[in-house]
């Protein structure tokens, strides 16, 4: 298992008297990533389950905040600033409802705004033409924001007014021009219409918090319903 976990584990259970604490975390997580690993098709709601276990809640919350702070408090697609938990997500970069084996790779996540996490939903824009089990062999050939330097492979320009926030993603390499096209041209969209559409735009963050705050309920309806919002902005 990655040692990254490891390391996160040693961060949130910091002294000897939390040995036990750190050592029950780790063989939780160890249970599921096995299990994903072993378990063929691998759960696709694993990560829910994660949730509601003993420790789930706390690890989930304390992830989170890990990986704020490992990314300067920004998203790690838009460079947005994320000031709260409400407004960011845990994000899986190869989604588990394709890669649902990598559900538990530390590499794989990071943490994305409510927005962009929204419009990615499951989107895959890596179709690994042969998925390596070590994740890190993988050859991924669109932007990938554990791996990749921003600023190398994207160019964001923003010019914001009282009425206007106008956001454009310049793709610079051949990775950036993929997730541009597939998803920071409908988040600029999205910044743009947003302030025209405040009862829509008031929804979509009900919704948003209602998910962040229950993570095990954030189904495929509930995707669903925040694209359709999305679509509609």
Known sequence: MDSDITCFLMQIYPRAAHAPDRAAAYQQILLFYRGVRRNFP??????????????GAYLHRKLREYLATRQNQLCCYCQDKIYHHINSNIEHILPIKHYPYFAFSFDNLALSCATCNALKSADDWFKLASVKQSYRRNKFDCFHPRYHSYHEHIEMIRIGTNKVDV??????????????????????????????????SKAITSLENYIS????????ALEQITKVLYSKI
């Open 42 to 55: 691998p759960d696709k709601n694993i990560w829910a389950k994660f949730y509601n276990t003993d420790k």
């Open 167 to 200: 956001r454009v993603f310049i793709g610079k390499t051949k990775e950036g021009k993929i997730i541009c096209k597939n998803l920071l041209g409908k988040v600029s969209n999205f910044f743009l219409k947003e302030k025209t559409c405040p009862e829509i």
């Open 213 to 220: 705050n229950n993570p095990d309920a954030a189904s495929l």
